[in-house]
């Protein structure tokens, strides 16, 4: 183990060191024994080093915990998942009317709600009616396909699903969330006051500058508006209570201490498909949970990107095994995360997961993908490049014109599509036909029209 840890070491700080990440916190829990890994500061420009307490924001990772929380109150009966949204927030719009009658709550933690993600947070204020506000922007956003019909990332949906919280409890989310989970869990280095979080050790994000020298800048501001904390805002934790969690989704539905939260098949539901609608090629939903198998070997996981930072946990139930990878930097942060999962998984346990065969395209081959396409808060700008195709994906939050990534594609059997290099190297995403004509991509998880 000492030898294995030591390794370890090694491969962290030289893929920080090579990819700019100035802070990384890796943890790895195997049948209850832990392993803990920290590398670099909490900030380029006045940090402190990186230790198990430090904060992280872990971004759509907390996606995790909103739906615990519903199944929490799923537990207590309280609420129930094949229920309309209605029933616990009456005063529910939608821009189709139809789906506002017909929502599940259900469908609002797997992703097939149907409506455009969401991908754009307003500044909803501070105040306590912060979520509920937040909620009702949903009207604006237009239903790209009847619930449960179809999966698509949806930001959106978990604020709603937050807002059922409030609805049922009769108090704030943040104030439920700790209620339901964070203090019978004993999780008390994960927050979600900016007051709080202040006062303690945390990372800042940092980005690329565009220069090609590899330096970083510290990302402001720190975190996104608090009516956005049940889709991953201002959501900071540490990696020892992100191990924690990780173990309680390894066990039977109770805490460290024996405190019951659910029922163990209840907790194990959440690990398995809920739909048959896969949101990127191999990667199906439970609830909460993104969900792929490596030879075999059932995959339960879920990644975090927000304001400069990127988190992930990946838990292996058949094998008693989690990993949780922590870093204050985007998006090299995801490439450092994916390249030290893939390494523990192959030294550990022995998992190698083996890329798909590409297929060999000309040009003419590739001109109908080529376009615009577009959705909230996103734009792919489809282009040949190369020997293939690259997308220019642009990212708004509404504050201005976005972030831009390159992502070289090299396509794939069914139209599907891998991205052959940087950050995002090795996720899958597929083009959408109608008619013969290629009318959708589907990019990070999300689908985006063509325009």
Do not use: C
């Not at 508006?225 to 991953?232: C, D, H, K, L, S």
């Amino acid at each position: 183990m000492r030898a294995q840890q030591g390794i370890l070491e090694d491969e962290v700080a030289e893929a920080a060191r090579e990819l700019g990440v100035p802070g990384v916190a890796v943890g790895i829990d195997h049948g209850g024994e832990r392993e803990i890994v920290t590398y670099g500061v909490t900030s380029v420009d006045h940090g402190q080093p990186v230790d198990e307490a430090t904060l992280f924001q872990i971004g759509s990772t907390a996606k995790t915990f909103t739906a615990t929380a519903i199944m929490v109150l799923v537990e207590q009966g309280r609420v129930e998942l094949d229920q309309p949204v209605r029933r616990y927030v009456p005063e529910l719009r939608l821009q189709d009317h139809g789906t506002a009658e017909t929502l599940t709550v259900g469908h609002l933690l797997n992703h097939t709600a149907g409506w455009d993600g969401g991908d754009t947070w307003v500044d909803t204020g501070e105040g306590d009616d912060a979520l509920e506000r937040a909620a009702a922007l949903l009207a604006d956003l237009p239903q790209q396909f009847a619930p449960g019909t179809g999966a698509s990332y949806n930001n959106a949906a978990f604020v709603l699903a937050g807002r059922v919280v409030e609805k049922v409890t009769g108090t704030t989310f943040e104030r439920a969330l700790a209620e339901l989970i964070l203090n019978p869990l004993g999780l008390t280095r994960t927050l979600t006051s900016l007051n709080s979080i202040m006062t303690e050790p945390f990372a800042a994000g940092h980005r690329a500058n565009g220069a090609t020298d590899g330096q970083v800048s510290v990302t402001r501001p720190w975190s996104d508006p608090r009516g956005y904390i049940p889709a991953g805002a201002r959501f900071a934790s540490s990696l020892g209570d992100q191990l924690s969690w990780a173990r309680f989704q390894l066990g039977d539905g109770r805490s460290a201490a024996g405190t019951r939260l659910l029922a163990a098949d209840r907790l194990r539901s959440m690990h398995h498909p809920t739909t048959s609608h896969e949101i990127l090629p191999g990667v199906g939903v439970g609830i909460g949970w993104m969900l792929r198998a490596i030879e075999g070997v059932r995959l339960v996981e879920h990644h975090g990107d927000v304001a400069g930072q990127h988190s992930s946990v990946t838990v292996l139930p058949e094998r008693d095994f989690a990993i949780v990878v922590l870093t204050n930097a985007t998006p090299n942060g995801r490439e450092l995360a994916e390249r030290i999962l893939r390494r523990v998984l192959e030294t550990r346990l022995g998992l190698v997961e083996r890329p798909p065969e590409q297929l060999r395209l000309g040009p003419d081959e590739l001109a109908p993908y080529v376009g615009i396409y577009r959705t909230d808060g996103i734009e792919l700008r489809v282009v040949v490049g190369g020997t293939g195709l690259i997308i220019h994906g642009t990212v708004s939050d509404g504050d201005g014109p976005g972030e831009t990534l390159e992502f070289p594609i090299g396509m794939l059997a069914e139209e599907r599509f891998r991205v052959i290099g940087g950050p995002f190297e090795g996720l899958q995403g597929e083009f959408v036909r109608e008619g013969g004509a290629v009318v959708a991509a589907r990019h990070v998880g999300r689908l985006v029209p063509r325009v």
